[in-house]
Each structure stands twice: as C-alpha cells, then as structure tokens.
C-alpha cells in the first residue's frame, strides 16, 4: 500500500533538464558521437587557438581541441559522481533503514556516527578519505561517497520511522503480517521515494566535489580528461585565456543546476 501517488509533470524546466542530462550521459557513453577528434592529441602550432568553427572551445596550451576534452572529460565526472551516489545510496540507506527498525542502542550508535559524519565539512573529510586511499578518480569517487552516506543514513532514517507510525502499517501488523514482511511490502516501498530524490540532488554535488578534487590534484592524473582537472589545467591563462576556464565551467555549472531542478520536481513528485 502506498501514502500517495503524484503525477511527475513535465514542465519546461523539467524538459531542459532532462535533455542537459541526457545529452551529458550521451557523452559519457559514446563521445565518438560527438566528436572524432583525439582528445589527447595536439601540436605547438595549435596552442591556444580562440573559439572557432573548427575549434568551437578553442585550444589548451599544447594545442589540444577544447571541446573534445570537455566531451570525453563527461566519462570521468559522471561515472564518478554515480560511483559516489550509489556508494553512499547503498550504505547511508542501509544504516537508515537499521537505525529505524532496530531503534534502542543500535539507532542511537548509528546516529552518533551519522552525526560526527555531518560535523565534518565534505571537502576535508573527501581529502581525509584520498590521503588514506591515494589518488585517482576511482579513490575520489569512493571519497565523495563516503561523504553522503550520512545524509542518506539520516533521511532514510526519518522516513522509515514516519512510516512505520502510519494506520496501514499498524494493519498490516494486525492481519498477521511478520516484521520482515510489513517492512519489504509496505515500509521500504514508501520510504525510498524521498532518498531516490536526494539522490539526483547528491549527483549534482558529487560533481562539484569531484570538480573540485581534480582542480586540487586529487582526481584523474593527466592527460586524462576531467572536467575539474580541465580548469586545473588552464588556471595559469585565465587572463590570456580565458575561454579555458569558462568553457569547462559552464558544462560543470549547467549539468549540476539540471541534476539538482530534477532532484526538485522529483521531491514534489514524492
């Protein structure tokens, strides 16, 4: 039995969103669709060329193609901010649903640990997690990840507890219903629809952290393409340069701002 039912509805802003996403994941899957230049190929006598017809993000330093680095670069960010999402999706959400259930001392460990967990801000405890781990966007993703497992852990949590109290749960345990049954068919079904929403809102962060550790060094080692580690890259020519910067930081800025009006209408929709 579910609490409600609400129609998604696709508003504009809806549809922009799903397309801005769309297209990255489009990228992240098959780039040769969208380009067929190498993405690590280059020349002297290519450096730093502007914006053109030819070159549509311009060229870096060593004369490679821009927009084909932004293009392949969507690989590295979104299969490392989903690895991060499902990561904390997965634990965060299993400790929830536990503290939840179990209640007494088992609840109240899991949130003490939740709580130390949100105490520290997520960029320090990301670079806490790589120093242990070493770099590479394998290690940062798991990083991030670690980062939101309290914030599933803890909404998880609540929305199992609000609707373990509801008259239909209380029914389902007076006709007969054991714990594991009421909790598979009619507890975890109208509790996760709100931790799916914040999921495609953690999507959108776990991109920027991941930008960020790859602008600090922490993320994919070069050449490879990475959004964050593409401004790393060019912060030395931001005034010479600039389309470096602003190229990769508007696809970064317009994928986070689609993940996170979908986690919005998604939330409404819950």
Not at 28 to 37: D, G, H, V, Y
Not at 114 to 139: A, C, Q
Not at 224 to 240: F, H, K, N, Q, V
């Amino acid at each position: 039995m579910k609490l409600k039912s609400t129609q998604l509805k696709l508003t504009p802003g809806t549809i922009i969103s799903l397309i801005v996403l769309g297209l990255a994941v489009l990228c992240a899957l098959f780039p040769q669709l969208f380009t067929s230049q190498d993405p690590n190929q280059g020349g002297d006598t290519m450096a730093l060329l502007q914006p053109s017809f030819q070159h549509w993000f311009g060229t870096d330093a060593v004369g490679r193609d821009l927009y084909t680095r932004v293009v392949y670069g969507a690989r590295q960010s979104l299969l490392g901010a989903l690895l991060a999402v499902v990561f904390g999706l997965i634990v965060g959400t299993i400790l929830g649903i536990i503290a939840g259930v179990r209640r007494g001392w088992v609840d109240a460990v899991i949130m003490r640990i939740v709580d130390v967990l949100l105490s520290i801000p997520g960029l320090l405890l990301s670079l806490s997690v790589i120093i242990v781990l070493g770099h590479g966007i394998f290690n940062a993703a798991i990083a991030v990840g670690i980062t939101s497992v309290a914030t599933f852990a803890r909404l998880a949590r609540s929305q199992v507890l609000s609707v373990a109290g509801s008259d239909f749960v209380e029914a389902a345990y007076g006709s007969g219903g054991s714990a594991f049954q009421v909790l598979v068919r009619h507890i975890l079904p109208n509790s996760l629809t709100a931790v799916f929403a914040v999921a495609a809102l953690q999507f959108g962060l776990a991109i920027l952290q991941l930008a960020t550790l790859g602008f600090l060094g922490y993320g994919a080692p070069p050449p490879t393409p990475e959004w964050g580690l593409l401004i790393s890259e060019s912060r030395d020519y931001i005034a010479t340069a600039g389309w470096l910067t602003i190229a990769p930081g508007i696809v970064i800025v317009a994928v986070v701002l689609a993940a996170n009006h979908l986690s919005q209408t998604l939330r409404k929709a819950a």
